[in-house]
């Protein structure tokens, strides 16, 4: 037996099934407070009209967008009382249509700071196209959109939905509300009502030391990483696919030496997996079905000479978790080492940039089938001909389209402004604005913040192996809610500690860092860690926790080990950070493996999702989980595919409750481009922030399989101030310079990197660069060939810095 509020706003008693039927994806019609609290919606049923003949009924207004033909009308086939509001859609090419609490302060409820809200309405319904709405008012900023919670089944009866909102965020003093029909058909309503929930609060506790409580501890494991590895992809068993390929050692790569590993947290074991080709600084990203898609690797090391530089071949696989085996795809039409993958709404994958196998720059955008389990030829992609560079950071946006935030690996950033929005069905690129410092975001780290529904990236540090300046520790924010959405300047980075070759000393004036690593937390936050301050030179030990409610950081525990270029950090199923790597400019290599225990985790017990009813989730579903305490959120989280500072597929996704005391109902995303197919680590977080283990849940559905990609998107970034620019002329690809990674190649193995722009404090001296390389490890370093263009072999004996 439930309570439910009957037509008079009563609590009565019914029977689950009769309100609930059998299907576990029906809605919940039964879920509430446990006692009736006051109705902050006004004129909820329609029965008080307008002010003047036409207007919609007192406190609701239109609203919507998009080419579409529809109607508002109140008719008499009413819930309760005598009237209800009815929206139709006749016809739709975009956009949607709905009757919204109006957004006044005579007639939007008001809300407070952190709590939440049940919302709940009685519907009928034609179209699968109808989602609860949600907007709020910023005291600073006004109204605006907030999120979807909940996707309406349709219904030919009167059935009742109710959902939970998220947290109230700071500066939101009210929320207006309504069902957004973005289908033809029509949606009938009546019965609005709004009620505070009072979510019980755990007392603070602190279970470790003091320092613990507030910036969480490391912890170096005892067993080291066997291989080394640049590439860390988390897989939906919840081990770690761990590439190296030569690792960077031409050596190895000359002997045909290439490795993996597979990580299992569970034991602290590795497991190292042969693999067919050299895989060190390749493309990876899961596919739907939980397998991870690599592209391209290396096809060859620099010539000594410094004449040929890296060279990326077209091989492709896919490993299988299953059989921890690498099976051959078709090949990819060019050469892409260092290449972008980020996987679309409909499963697909598209990748930009890298180097081609004569070392020049692919301008040939790939495009792997889900639906054929291929690449495609290059006619059956749609092309641009642009050069993106190495790594480019390529964000999936809401509607499809891509952002690329600026972050790349490798000297300058594109022509333009250094951001811009590619709309793949256009074939267009628009440039985007307020990326400050453009050209030094070289191995700056991008991140879609939480939760994924409000279009924000932030942006964080980088510098440029070229010109290698210190790096910066500028932060930049885009709302690309926005029309014409611009970064604008965000917090700076905290500093810490920077080895110059002496030893830790605090930094100070503009220093930061770049190679860091930006890992999305279960309770929202975003951590930051590792990073140096010059090209493979200058480890920082510096990491912090950025609010994406407040847009602050605050200084966390700094990693004990150095955690430069080729680093990478990860979030691991059970809530802790895991952090690998490091190959400074010596060649050397960091095996040791660290372990971050965020505070969350000494804030007392955690809660259990005790049971989840499926794991095969479908786009607009409503889930069921129970946890054995209460919770305020449930997420998403996609798993990790990281390296050299870039996941651009890294995503939390917010789930709507419908809560009754520990059964929770999760109502997921219709929309694919928020949450792209695939395996997805699901977390419950308690009042406090504390997170559950997570369990493992596969997305995918219709929607997700189609050609156009359905859901409920909005008008997001639509009126973009800069003209877009068509395609260029075909070409077959970009010149790039054979020291495109910043080192002269007239020095040492092609491991070893003696930069071509040494940093501004080492004078242009033979002494005081061979005091710097000393200080900095470098040992013995064999001139390749006759040039000295750094002047480190005056006395022309063959070898630098011997004098």
């Known amino acids: 037996m439930r309570n439910v509020l009957d037509r008079t706003g009563r609590r009565r008693q019914v029977s689950l099934l009769a309100v609930c039927g059998l299907t576990a994806g029906m809605l919940l019609s039964s879920q509430g407070p446990a006692a009736a609290a006051p109705n902050l919606v006004k004129n909820p049923g329609f029965e008080t009209a307008g002010a003047t003949p036409g207007d919609l009924p007192q406190c609701w207004s239109r609203s919507g967008w998009g080419d579409n033909d529809y109607t508002f009308a109140v008719v008499p086939d009413a819930h309760s009382g005598t009237k209800a509001m009815r929206v139709s859609l006749t016809r739709r090419v975009d956009g949607d249509r709905k009757a919204l609490v109006t957004e006044s302060a005579a007639c939007a409820p008001a809300v407070t700071k952190d709590r939440q809200y049940d919302l709940s309405l009685w519907y009928k319904s034609t179209t699968p196209d109808a989602s609860l709405t949600l907007f709020r008012h910023d005291t600073a900023a006004g109204w605006q959109y907030w999120t979807d919670l909940r996707t309406l089944p349709v219904s030919a009866a009167y059935a009742r939905t109710e959902v939970r909102t998220p947290p109230v965020p700071a500066g939101t003093d009210r929320i207006a509300w309504g069902v957004s029909v973005y289908g033809t058909g029509s949606v009938t309503t009546d019965d609005y009502r709004m009620e505070e929930v009072a979510v019980p609060v755990p007392p603070p506790q602190c279970t470790g030391t003091a320092a613990e409580c507030a910036k969480g501890r490391w912890t170096v494991l005892p067993v080291k990483n066997p291989v080394r590895s640049m590439h860390s992809v988390v897989l939906h068993n919840g081990k770690v696919l761990m590439i190296a390929g030569s690792g960077n050692d031409p050596e190895l790569f000359a002997a045909g030496t290439f490795t993996s590993a597979v990580y299992d947290p569970a034991n602290g074991s590795y497991k190292v997996i042969p693999t067919p080709k050299d895989m060190f600084c390749a493309g990876h990203v899961q596919l739907e079905d939980g397998r991870v898609l690599v592209m391209s690797g290396n096809k060859g090391y620099p010539s000594a000479d410094g004449t040929i530089g890296y060279q990326g071949f077209k091989d492709s696989y896919v490993f299988d978790p299953a059989t921890e085996t690498y099976v051959k795809t078709n090949d990819m039409n060019d050469g892409h080492w260092y290449p972008s993958a980020t996987i679309l709404g409909n499963g697909d994958v598209i990748s930009f940039g890298g180097l081609k196998e004569d070392s020049t720059g692919s301008v040939t955008a790939e495009r792997w089938s889900a639906a054929e389990k291929r690449w495609l030829p290059t006619w059956q992609v749609n092309q641009t001909w642009s050069y993106w560079g190495l790594y480019p ?274 109502n997921v995303t219709d929309n694919p481009n928020l949450a792209p197919p695939g395996w997805y680590m699901l977390f419950a977080t308690d009042a406090n922030g504390v997170p559950s283990v997570a369990r493992w849940v596969r997305l995918s559905g219709p929607a997700a399989l189609a050609k156009d990609v359905g859901g409920h998107q909005h008008a997001f970034a639509s009126d973009l101030a800069a003209d877009p620019k068509a395609p260029r002329a075909e070409r077959r690809s970009a010149p790039v310079p054979p020291e495109v990674s910043g080192c002269d190649r007239h020095y040492g193995s092609a491991n070893v990197c003696v930069p071509t722009a040494f940093p501004k404090a080492v004078k242009a001296t033979t002494k005081a660069r061979c005091a710097w390389l000393a200080s900095h490890d470098y040992g013995r370093l064999k001139v390749n060939g006759k040039d000295d263009p750094l002047r480190l072999d005056p006395d022309r004996d063959g070898w630098a810095c011997r004098s």
């Open 393 to 666: 950071s390529m964000i999936l946006m809401q509607d499809g389209r891509l952002f690329y935030s600026g972050s790349h690996t490798f000297g300058n950033g594109t022509p333009g402004t250094g951001a811009s929005v590619y709309d793949y069905d256009a074939n267009t690129i628009t440039d985007v604005p307020g990326l400050r410092k453009k050209d030094e975001r070289d191995q700056s780290a991008s991140v879609l913040l939480p939760p994924a529904q409000d279009q924000k990236v932030l942006t964080v540090g980088g510098g440029n192996v070229d010109s290698n300046p210190a790096a910066n520790r500028l932060t930049d924010i885009i709302d690309l809610k926005a029309p014409d959405p611009a970064y604008r300047a965000g917090p700076p980075l905290p500093q810490g500690t920077v080895d110059l070759g002496a030893g830790q000393v605090p930094q100070t004036g503009d220093q930061g860092k770049m190679y860091l690593s930006t890992v999305l937390l279960p309770d929202g936050k975003v951590f930051e860690t590792g990073g140096a301050l010059y090209n493979r030179a200058a480890p920082v030990r510096s990491a912090s926790m950025f609010d994406p409610a407040t847009e602050t950081f605050t200084p966390m525990a700094a990693d004990p080990e150095d955690r430069g270029y080729h680093s990478s950090s990860f979030l691991l199923p059970d809530g802790r950070v895991m952090s690998v790597g490091d190959n400074p400019g010596n060649g050397s290599w960091n095996h040791d493996v660290s372990v971050y225990t965020p505070p969350y985790l000494f804030k007392g017990p955690r809660p259990a999702i005790t049971s989840v009813i499926d794991t095969q989730w479908t786009y607009g579903d409503t889930q069921r989980i129970t946890v054995d305490r209460p919770i305020v959120k449930a997420q998403l989280i996609r798993p990790a595919a990281v390296t050299h500072s870039s996941d651009p597929n890294q995503r939390f996704v917010d789930l709507p409750l419908t809560v009754d005391g520990n059964t929770v109902d999760l």
